[in-house]
């Protein structure tokens, strides 16, 4: 019998029995005259049920199976009749779940859905996706969150806090604007902090308490209780970004569970998927009391289907992921591999740290200093990070941006991409004596993300009494620091319109009052979203600024003698093949203009005072150039 793309929302292949070899199951395969489902479950399990219902919430189940063990850690039923629309769960004993491996649920996701997964493809959905494989350092990343993008009523877009909202023309033009061509969504699978039942009421989180992996988030479609409606709709969102050349980049969070008693993991198969310390207690690496175990065989294949299963099904394009240091190296080349067999032009980076020690050799997890045995994997350069502002762990220490010296080496490892480089004394690099890079482009440069406080925050925390004019300087040299860095730059949302979150250092369940993005800070600030997008364009146009590769780094990038609160940089020898023969950038925070020595020539100055022109703000001759304070300047000959 020939299954059609109808599923249920449960189809997971992963090794049932490691000791018998590569067996695989579907949780559920749906064909009109026919349901089969599977489970992988222990082999004492006293009694796994599968029961079905006709709502995604309350009632009776409208039939109970006993379901039966078929083979090693399997359980098996088969249902005749047509199921589609509605609704199962299993239970082993455990309590009752929607798998682990959901494709459609109802409301809250606590029931699977059968639905036809067809009949969610937008028009033209067979023809849409984005093969063309690209440097990471070709990506400029543009990190959001559904709600703080467009739920403020200055943002003028109508879906407010939905997927949708991503599918206007308005949000597509600005982005298109600004020049990003890569979006980093927050998590957008179904997670556990927002009931969807009440969304009338104030409900806010950034989604990194995950129940069904698999399935879009409910509070972000139009209507959480229809199952096919969230799938239709994310599909759309990613249509419309694709349209206009922007790849869709998934925040991931495989590490840790919103629970462990209540996770589908748990409930169909106890103790498996989760680490333990060696006295007995769940281990904690992730900071929310429980931490998976990706080295396990099932663990590892969910991990790998869940990934190709995105990209195969939404077209996503790429995948953060959150505290990528609990997982084990094995598990994450393992899952690079797979994605380069099928989908070479998937983007993977992710944070190269755990939130605590994990029940797992350090030595073997997916960790910054470990960089180098992942090749075509990223992680983010939080050297160059609190560099330019500052400490994680102390909001009101200042570094380069607030002219206190001693951060400039820490500046040069992030601008070389965090590889080996001959002029990078590593003794004086902030948090890494070695470089963890092998190729550039396995560093994502950034000075700020969702997490931690916003750059016009810190610049505020950290620089007391600071003016709007001087604030507004210090920003825009902080991304020409990022924009120039020979990593993967990114930068979160909003940043462009010079955005604040009140203060606040943690906001994952702050009220949108702190979250949301002030649109009509487009018209207080113009300048600010003048320079982000020229600078991006100058990036693009330039590929100096982007070499991709350790070898042109250390061949074409020469650090300039400087004091101070300087740093500057030459791109040499017309390097990438770049048009401009030579390219210097100098990044001055000291309060006061300063001078630096160059090479002597004449050169055409592109970057300077807050402003850009690629064609040229004039001439420079001689051999030092006069920078003027909390500024970059960039010239080329």
């Known amino acids: 019998m020939k299954f059609k793309k109808i ?50 919430q309350g009632g ?21 009749g047509d199921l589609k629309g509605k609704f199962y769960t299993f239970d082993t004993g455990a309590g009752e779940c929607a798998g682990v491996f959901a494709k459609a649920v109802g409301v809250n996701g606590q029931r699977a859905a059968i639905i036809d997964m067809s009949a969610t493809d937008p028009e033209g959905w067979d023809t849409d996706r984005i093969t063309t494989v690209v440097s990471p350092a070709d990506l400029i990343v543009y990190e959001m969150h559904h709600r703080d993008f467009s739920v403020d009523s200055s943002s003028g877009l109508v879906n407010k806090g939905k997927f949708l909202a991503l599918t206007e023309p308005k949000a597509i033009e600005h982005l298109k604007k600004l020049g990003v061509n890569a979006v980093h969504i927050l998590p957008s699978f179904d997670y556990a902090s927002v009931d969807e039942t009440r969304l009338n009421e104030p409900q806010y989180n950034w989604g990194y308490d995950p129940v069904n992996y698999n399935v879009p988030e409910g509070s972000y479609s ?13 599909k759309q969102m990613v249509q419309a970004l694709h349209k206009a050349g922007i790849r869709v980049i998934l925040d991931v969070v495989y590490n840790h569970t919103f629970n462990i008693e209540g996770s589908n993991f748990e409930r169909t198969y106890p103790g498996y998927f989760y680490r333990k310390t060696a006295d007995g207690r769940w281990s904690d690496g992730s900071g929310c009391g429980n931490e998976t175990a990706s080295e396990r065989p099932a663990m590892r294949k ?13 077209h996503i394009d790429g995948f953060r992921f959150d505290l990528m240091g609990v997982h084990d190296i094995e598990t994450m080349n393992q899952i690079r591999a797979a994605l380069n067999k099928e989908y070479p032009a998937t983007i993977i980076y992710g944070e190269g740290w755990s939130a605590g020690p994990c029940a797992y050799p350090q030595d073997k997890l997916a960790m910054k200093a470990n960089m180098s045995s992942m090749p075509g994997i990223s992680a983010f350069g939080d050297e160059l990070r609190d560099a330019l502002r500052g400490p994680f762990n102390d909001d009101h220490k200042g570094a380069f941006l607030a002219a206190v010296p001693g951060n400039e080496e820490s500046i040069k490892f992030g601008i070389a991409g965090a590889i080996c480089h001959p002029q990078v004394d590593m003794t004086k690099v902030n948090y890494s004596k070695e470089a963890w890079a092998a190729e550039p482009v396995q560093m994502l440069s950034y000075v700020s993300c969702h997490d931690d406080m916003c750059l016009v925050d810190r610049l505020r925390t950290s620089i007391p009494g600071i003016g709007m004019d001087e604030l507004i300087r210090l920003d825009l040299l902080a991304q020409t620091a990022v924009m120039t860095s020979q990593g993967m730059p990114f930068i979160l949302s909003g940043e462009e319109m010079l955005r604040d979150k009140k203060g606040v250092h943690n906001s994952f369940n702050s009220p ?32 100096a600024f982007r070499l991709g590769t350790a070898d042109k780094v250390r061949r074409h990038l020469e650090f300039l ?20 023969k030579n390219i210097i950038v100098v990044l001055n925070s000291a309060k006061e203009a300063r001078t630096v020595a160059v090479p002597e020539g004449s050169y055409t100055v592109v970057c300077r005072d807050g402003v850009i022109n ?7 001759s001689g051999s030092e150039v006069n920078v003027p304070a909390q500024s970059a300047l960039i010239i080329h000959d």
């Open 561 to 580: 003698p400087v004091q101070d609160n300087l740093v500057a940089f030459r791109l040499k020898d017309n390097a990438g093949g770049d048009a401009w």
């Open 614 to 620: 690629e064609s040229g703000l004039g001439i420079v």
């Open 222 to 234: 139009t209507d959480p209780y229809t199952p096919a409606t969230r799938i239709k709709e994310f």
């Open 7 to 56: 599923l249920v929302m449960g189809i997971l292949s992963f090794l049932l029995a490691p000791k018998a070899g590569a067996q695989t199951f579907s949780e559920a395969c749906y064909t009109p005259g026919l349901t089969r489902f599977q489970l992988f479950a222990p082999d004492n399990a006293k009694q796994v049920t599968l029961r079905i219902y006709d709502d995604g």
């Open 512 to 543: 949108d009052s702190i979250n949301r993005i002030d649109w009509t800070n487009l018209e207080k600030y113009p300048q600010v979203m003048d320079y982000y997008s020229k600078l991006i364009s100058l990036r693009k146009n330039h590929p």
């Open 302 to 314: 969910f991990m790998i289907e869940s990934v190709l299963y995105w990209v195969k099904e939404y």
């Open 60 to 80: 009776k189940p409208v039939k109970t199976v006993k379901m039966k063990r078929t083979a090693a850690e399997t359980y098996s039923a088969e249902l005749k």
